[in-house]
């Protein structure tokens, strides 16, 4: 079965700093979702990558898509107190309407 | 605005008991999910539905089951409950048949069981 790899599991950045979180696929990538949950709430989708090389953008946060490294990356410029939160990456295990596969998941915090 | 609500944000409930999670979805989504999340474990499936009726085991279907009677709403059953099932439930739905769709999430339910 497909898996997901976060990392760093936790990452602590002074405001205003820039950020990388990662999400490594054991298996080839079809469709990679960034999730953002804030402590003790459900998840809101940020974006949905799913071609190779794909790059998309949202307020601050940029993702990528690297479908032979099979890996997505989530950078953060310029980190704010309102990007504190968890991070999820998941993936389609296949084409199709099959369940996403999730990471665990990313804890940042963001310290004035 | 488009909305998937559960029914509690905190339930507390005793070893034994009979608990019913509610999650309602207004996007009319075919597919519907339960996930319960733990801290270092993340999100794991338990149950998954893609049609009124129609229900699909996921990871960790022990101890739970489901109902989705109508398609807007699909529900999470802990027959007995037990302290090992307090957690953080999850809802999602998602839009089946397109190529670009998103999973939306309900607000959490966060179990105890004492």
């Known amino acids: 079965s497909q898996e997901l790899e976060q990392s760093p599991q936790s990452l602590i950045v002074q405001e205003g700093k820039n950020l990388t979180i990662n999400c490594t696929s054991s298996k080839t990538l079809y469709g990679l979702y960034w999730y953002k949950q804030k402590y003790g709430e459900g998840l809101i989708f940020l974006m949905m990558?799913?071609?190779?090389?794909e790059e998309k953008s949202h307020e601050k946060i940029t993702a990528k898509l690297d479908e032979k490294k099979q890996q997505s990356s989530l950078h953060i410029t310029a980190s704010q107190p309102s990007h504190a939160g968890i991070y999820l990456c998941?993936?389609?295990?296949?084409?199709?309407?099959?369940?996403?596969?999730f990471g665990k998941g990313t804890r940042l915090s963001v310290i004035a | 605005d488009v909305k998937v609500t559960q029914s509690s944000r905190y339930l507390v409930k005793r070893t034994g008991e009979k608990v019913f999670l509610e999650c309602v979805q207004d996007?009319?989504?075919?597919?519907m999910f339960w996930y319960r999340q733990d801290p270092g474990l993340g999100l794991r499936l338990i149950y998954f539905?893609?049609?009124?009726?129609?229900?699909e085991k996921g990871d960790i279907p022990e101890g739970y089951s489901v109902s989705r009677e109508k398609k807007e709403r699909f529900s999470l059953i802990l027959e007995s409950a037990s302290t090992n099932q307090t957690s953080m439930y999850l809802c999602?739905?998602?839009?089946?048949?397109?190529?670009?769709?998103?999973?939306?999430f309900g607000p959490g339910t966060r179990l105890t069981v004492t």
């Open positions: 998941g993936a389609d295990p296949i084409s199709g309407n099959t369940p996403l596969v």
């Open positions: 539905s893609y049609d009124v009726k129609m229900k």
């Open positions: 996007m009319d989504h075919e597919n």
């Open positions: 999602a739905s998602i839009q089946r048949g397109t190529s670009l769709y998103e999973q939306y």
């Open positions: 990558l799913q071609k190779g090389g």
